[in-house]
């Protein structure tokens, strides 16, 4: 068996893959390393899910694994994952556990863990947490069992964190919010309003299956037409945990994640607040950002596709704003995580400082065409040594210069390489994609 742990905790089909046993037993490993890391005082840890049927009976086991190892337990019910973070540093808890599978469908769940602070639990700890499932060791009895509680007010300690960091009020703008029915149903249309927006919520009904059906940030035409019928300001379109967000504007024209970084960017830079006025965004960016930045005097540091590697760059180099094409977006200052709520309040706030509508201000960056074209081999390292495949990548960059990128990027998961190429227009971006899978196509 692989590692259990993957790029974003535990992930699989609840039930099958994720059972409740796995869950105690992943929860009670967690809860003894931390123990066996501080012996000082008793593990406590802050427990959050998201509205999918499944996280009721994974949060039971979660809930029960914590104890039988001796940790207390504090459940903050429905949360986004960006708000268990939060919670974790707020309540001076030693452990967070999110359990959600994001933006994948309703039968699917996850375990996420995070670590004091509110950070990603680090590689290290998750190898011990793994290595240490499966043990019988002697459990607590008596007044050693951790208790469980319920912290009431969980919600409004995550809105004021919320309101607390977005700087200008939001009178005057309307906007609708889609809630994926997940995890931000109710922090979301909340907090907006608080912040002095008028708010119309969509899918923001719960029940327990209906999670990212047809809505939220993976299918963004319901919250189009609903900005149109409803003569609203923009959209703001969360997945299921919503530690992301995308937009559209009054034209119901999409609004991606680095038009948004573009829009933030630009913010910090006035107020500022952007560290050496530096943006950190994946090598997946598209080049209009890169044009757009270069022109406003904002340098880009790139990463390896991934918020943990994005993460990583903002606290090497002490900058103050990174993210993904997604729409994953971190604000170092104000969250460990990636925060969708955070993130689309920044924007709106934005679009109320400067009285420009939302098209305007993400007018500033042009999206170009982006074809990515997958292709399967059967040696990646082959591929990535192939002297028909580097000329041929070297022809077209020769042939877009400056107008133009070439990405190669092997799957971490499978014998494919991806052919990214973005360029001036549609044709000549597929053209090349399609003349570079061949040759990639051809290494045997």
């Not at 500022?272 to 994946?282: C, K, Q, S």
């Amino acid at each position: 068996m692989g590692r259990l742990f993957g790029t974003d905790g535990v992930r699989g089909l609840a039930n099958v893959e994720l059972t409740p046993e796995l869950a105690l037993t992943v929860a009670a490993s967690a809860a003894r390393v931390l123990a066996e890391h501080d012996r000082s005082h008793r593990p406590v840890a802050v427990v959050g899910r998201d509205p999918r049927a499944s996280g009721e009976m994974l949060q039971a086991a979660v809930a029960a694994g914590l104890s039988s190892a001796g940790a207390d337990v504090l459940q903050v019910g429905v949360m986004p994952t960006p708000g268990v973070a939060y919670l974790v540093d707020n309540l001076g808890a030693d452990l967070g556990v999110m359990i959600s599978a994001s933006h994948n469908p309703m039968p699917d769940n996850g375990i996420k863990l995070f670590s004091a602070g509110g950070h990603k639990l680090p590689d290290d700890i998750e190898d011990e947490i793994e290595a240490g499932i499966g043990a019988t060791p002697q459990r607590p009895t008596g007044a050693g069992v951790g208790r469980i509680y319920d912290v009431a007010d969980s919600l409004d300690r995550y809105i004021a964190h919320l309101l607390r960091a977005t700087p200008q009020r939001l009178d005057g703008l309307k906007v609708v919010v889609d809630c994926a029915n997940g995890a931000a149903w109710a922090a979301a249309p909340r907090a907006y309003r608080e912040a002095g927006a008028e708010v119309i919520a969509i899918h923001a009904l719960p029940d327990g299956e209906n999670i990212n059906h047809e809505c939220g940030s993976t299918h963004i035409e319901g919250l189009r037409e609903a900005v149109l019928a409803e003569g609203a300001d923009m959209g703001i379109a969360h997945d299921g945990d919503a530690d992301r967000c995308l937009a559209v504007d009054a034209e119901g024209n999409l609004v991606d994640g680095d038009q948004i970084m573009a829009v933030l960017a630009l913010a910090m830079k006035d107020r500022g607040e952007l560290v050496d006025d530096t943006l950190v965004a994946t090598v997946m960016s598209n080049l209009g950002l890169h044009l757009a930045m270069r022109e406003a005097g904002v340098k880009i540091r790139t990463t390896a596709v991934g918020d943990r590697y994005v993460l990583e760059e903002l606290r090497t180099g002490g900058y103050s704003l990174g993210g993904e094409q997604s729409g994953h977006v971190l604000l170092p200052s104000h969250a460990t995580t990636g925060d969708g709520l955070l993130t689309a309040m920044g924007v709106m706030a934005r679009v109320a400082a400067t009285g420009k509508p939302l098209s305007e201000l993400a007018g500033v960056m042009r999206r170009l065409p982006q074809v990515l074209v997958n292709v399967k081999v059967a040696d990646k390292a082959a591929v990535a040594k192939a002297t028909s495949v580097n000329d041929a990548v070297a022809a077209v960059e020769a042939e877009l210069g400056e107008s133009g990128r070439v990405l190669l990027r092997p799957s971490g998961t499978e014998q494919l390489v991806r052919v990214m190429v973005e360029a001036t227009s549609e044709a000549t971006a597929e053209a090349a994609a399609n003349r570079l899978a061949s040759v990639v196509s051809a290494v045997s």
